[in-house]
């Protein structure tokens, strides 16, 4: 009987590890990571004409991801200043593709935000 106990203990624990490996999750990326992600921002993120020149600060955009890698409900989810955040949609409305999340290897739509930082370059 105790042998029967330590077998199925033992069994229910490898479902459940093996249920939780196959259930991974990996996140949506933009392609080439976040180095690419860096560039992509660097060379199309213009300062917002008619603001100070000393302003600095964050906007947060949250988007969807779908399935075929396309952003969608792209909105902000913390606004700095209307300028600052109509520059921050616009760049990431410029976005490509991004691989898609995925889950048990298929691809799956996925919620992302993304801080978009505003500073002067010492």
Partial sequence: MKRLLIISAAILLFS???KAYSQALTPPEFPGGKQAF????NKNLK????T????????IISFFVEKDGRLTEIKVAKS???PFDEEALR???LSPK??????NNKFI??????????FIKA
């Fill in 91 to 93: 760049v990431i409305n």
């Fill in 80 to 82: 700095m200043s209307p």
């Fill in 52 to 59: 100070s020149d000393d302003t600095q600060g964050v906007v």
């Fill in 98 to 103: 991004w691989i898609p999340a995925m889950k």
């Fill in 38 to 41: 860096s560039a992509f921002l």
């Fill in 47 to 50: 300062w917002p004409k008619n």
């Fill in 109 to 118: 739509k996925s919620k992302y935000t993304v801080p978009i930082r505003f």
């Fill in 16 to 18: 459940f590890i093996n």
